[in-house]
């Protein structure tokens, strides 16, 4: 599982822009507007080799409620969820009522808490940090996330409480496969479709599965995973009463996958909310497959199945790698048509090329396809090999990575491609200085 770190307090003590900090990109809005922050956030970060995930619980959106219950909902979210919260308060503002508030509630929590007082920007105001001492969470750790002072020791007290990665509860032969989409699409039908038993609740209520579920099971002597997840949720109303978590669970279980089934509703087809979940199994660089669920309510000829997985190709075109499947979960039909996708995708996700198959399709590339001038000089490359797989990840060598076009890029990906077999996965292709 992954190690998480939640950023909680009051609004417009800077959390956002600690988060921003910390994962070193402005994923997260930042304004002097208490409140702006609309989107409660997840990136990735890392501090002295060590990796963990950083939650923005700035602004949760929960409409017309009362202040204090905002705030209440952040700090539930991270005693739940988090593996460390972060408690950021306003060295300029001084101490204030909200803060005691959130004090009291984290004191329940059996979660380590560390105590940031931002905007400590010069040295002059350090004295600032000492009243918050008050607030009985031990020795507060002054910082500016906007000048990024002190960042270093927060991030070292943060990874103090990182344990070592856990052993994997499965080998590396049994196929992890996770079944997201917006909510309603049939998930947990599915599931129960695939186990052959009623193994998760289902329910017409979008939204009834809240907790990722590990079920384990064997079929034509392939050993399985499947894990169940809660329906994505539009951003803005993930924070609604008992969905608040759903997303962070759906990304927990995204990263202990291999393979990830994104399911969309056949007899509604692709609608925008479909391509945003599909951007997290994208960010997350899992290998897919895109299943088609209810199409026993589409009216169908023998041309329809044709022009749907057109479309969907056409919509989710940064997916064009996956194998598009069409099931009735609710009628049991077709599901035999999911197990031959998946078990292609995870074999191409881990898949190894041999060094010379690889510069023999890089010179090949070139030869089709001279490089042209770009920042003032010519890529020249001079080779490529392999240096991971889930995904299968190459480092192509060249005089100056500056050079290369995002253009070529695409090309060597699609010449790669054409190749070789990567269908259901995804590939990087990491471009490198040559020493």
Known sequence: MPFIVAIVGRPNVGKSSLFNRIVGARLSITDDEAGITRDRLYAKAEWLTKHFRVIDTGGIDIGDAPFLNQIKAQAQIAM?????????????????????????????????????????????????AFEFYALGLGDPVAISSHHGIGIGDLLDQIISHLKDDEPQPYDDETIRFSIVGRPNVGKSSLTNAILGFERVIVSEISGTTRDAIDTQFKR??????????????????????????????????????????????????????????GGYVEDHHKAVVIVVNKWDAVEKDERTMKKMEKTIKDEFRFLDYAEVVFVSAKHNARIQTIFPAIKNAFENYRKQVQTHILNDILQDAIAMNPTAIFNHGRAQFNYMTQVAIKPPTFAVFVNNPDFVHFSYHRYLDNRLRQAIDFTGTPVRLIMRKKA
């Open 220 to 277: 034509d002597r392939e050993h399985y995973v499947v894990i169940d997840t809660a329906g994505i949720k539009k951003r803005g109303k993930i924070y609604e009463n008992a969905d608040k978590y759903s997303v962070l669970r759906a990304l927990q279980a995204l990263e202990r996958s291999d393979v990830a089934l994104l399911v969309i509703d056949g007899e509604e087809g692709v609608i925008q909310q479909d391509k945003h979940v």
């Open 80 to 128: 739940d969820e988090a593996n460390v919260i972060v408690f950021v308060v306003d060295g300029r503002m001084g101490l204030s009522d909200a803060d005691h508030h959130i004090a009291k509630m984290l004191y329940v929590s059996d979660k380590p808490v560390i105590l940031a007082v931002n905007k400590i920007d010069d040295i002059s105001m350090a004295n600032n």
